[in-house]
C-alpha cells in the first residue's frame, strides 16, 4: 500500500524555519505530482505548494515568498520537501503531503480531490 509519510515538523517561533520532508515509496511511475496541504484546528484543509515532475509549481498566496518546495527520487521512493522560512503563527497547522496522478502545469493549486495518496501529517507550531 502506498503511504506518503512526512517527517520535520515541530515548534518554532515566528521568523524561524522549518523544513519538511516526506518519503512516498511504491508508485508505479515517476511522474506524480506531490503536494502539501495543511489544515488548522477550526479551518478546512488548504493547499499550500504542489510541484510537478517537469518542476512545475504553484503556492497559495499566503506563502509565496517564504516556502518553497523540491522533489526528488531515489529508486522507487519519490520525495518531496517544503522549506518554510520567514515562518508566521498563521503558518501553524498539521501539515500533509499528497501524491497526484496527473500533471498540472503549475498553473494554480490544483483541487486536494486530485490527490490520490496522503500521509497521516506532521504537526508545526509557530509561536509568536
Known amino acids: 500500500q502506498v503511504q506518503p509519510v512526512e517527517s520535520g515538523g515541530g515548534s518554532v517561533q515566528a521568523g524561524g524555519s522549518l523544513r519538511l520532508s516526506c518519503a512516498t515509496e511504491g508508485l508505479p511511475y515517476y511522474s506524480y505530482t506531490l503536494g502539501w496541504f495543511r489544515q488548522a484546528p477550526g479551518k478546512e484543509r488548504e493547499g499550500v505548494a504542489t510541484i510537478d515532475s517537469d518542476g512545475s509549481t504553484s503556492y497559495a498566496d499566503s506563502v509565496k515568498g517564504r516556502f518553497t518546495i523540491s522533489r526528488d527520487h531515489v529508486w522507487n521512493t519519490l520525495y518531496s520537501y517544503l522549506q518554510m522560512d520567514s515562518l508566521k503563527p498563521e503558518d501553524a497547522a498539521m501539515y500533509y503531503c499528497?501524491?497526484?496522478?496527473?500533471?498540472?502545469?503549475?498553473?494554480?493549486?490544483?483541487?486536494?480531490?486530485?490527490?490520490?495518496?496522503w500521509g497521516q501529517g506532521t504537526q508545526v507550531t509557530v509561536s509568536s
Open positions: 499528497a501524491a497526484a496522478d496527473l500533471p498540472f502545469g503549475g498553473i494554480r493549486l490544483p483541487p486536494q480531490a486530485d490527490f490520490g495518496y
